[in-house]
């Protein structure tokens, strides 16, 4: 069965950590390594977050990188543990960056406030296990993501994401529960 056939094709199911100046990254590092991935890269990303008013419900993202190009629209305030996420594939080069910022102005969306990533990412079967650096001008978060992929099922991808945090040492109880976009740059909204 295809993503694009299950129940959960247009949504993100994730657990993200903040971890400190004490995390081990090398320890965590090589215990995802002990977890056999298919793929582990390092890259760097820049997200940049459009948001279409005070208040939205949803917010655009433009993700470039030495890989990938998408425009992304995403569910937005409470509890991003299960959330709409839809991306659009626009090709790795050339960059379309002034054409979406002449996009979402059209929509309304208003200025684009870049966000920079460097990534450590571990590819599995079901599931993708991400070390992140994300900065926006002095501000910076540290954090471990886990995403499930290709489930059938909200619930069988909460179960991806509790079997691989259990390998690595994470409790779920103290996940961050906010987005990227609130955590560096806007206040956490509805």
Not at 32 to 39: D, F, S
Not at 88 to 95: H, R, Y
Not at 119 to 128: S, W, Y
Request: net charge negative; aromatic share 8%.
């Amino acid at each position: 069965m295809s993503p694009s056939q299950h129940d959960t094709a247009f949504l993100e199911i994730e657990h993200k950590f903040l971890v400190g100046d004490n995390f081990a990254l090398d320890t965590f590092l090589n215990a995802c390594r002990q977890l056999n991935p298919e793929r582990e890269k390092a890259l760097q990303v820049t997200d940049t977050y459009y948001l279409p008013g005070e208040g939205a419900k949803h917010i655009y993202r433009h993700r470039i990188d030495a890989e990938i190009q998408q425009l992304t629209i995403k569910s937005r305030g409470g509890d991003n543990e299960v959330r709409t996420e839809i991306n659009l594939n626009l090709g790795p080069v050339p960059s379309q960056e002034a054409e979406v910022r002449a996009w979402m102005r059209a929509v309304g969306a208003g200025e684009g406030q870049p966000i920079v990533k460097d990534i450590h990412v571990f590819d599995f079967p079901d599931c993708e296990i991400v070390y992140y650096e994300a900065r926006r001008g002095e501000r910076c978060v540290c954090c471990v993501e886990f995403e499930a992929k290709y489930a059938a099922t909200e619930s069988a991808g909460l179960e991806i994401l509790e079997r691989y945090e259990a390998a690595l040492g994470f409790d779920a109880q103290p996940r961050e529960k906010t987005n990227l976009y609130d955590l560096l740059i806007g206040s956490a909204q509805p």
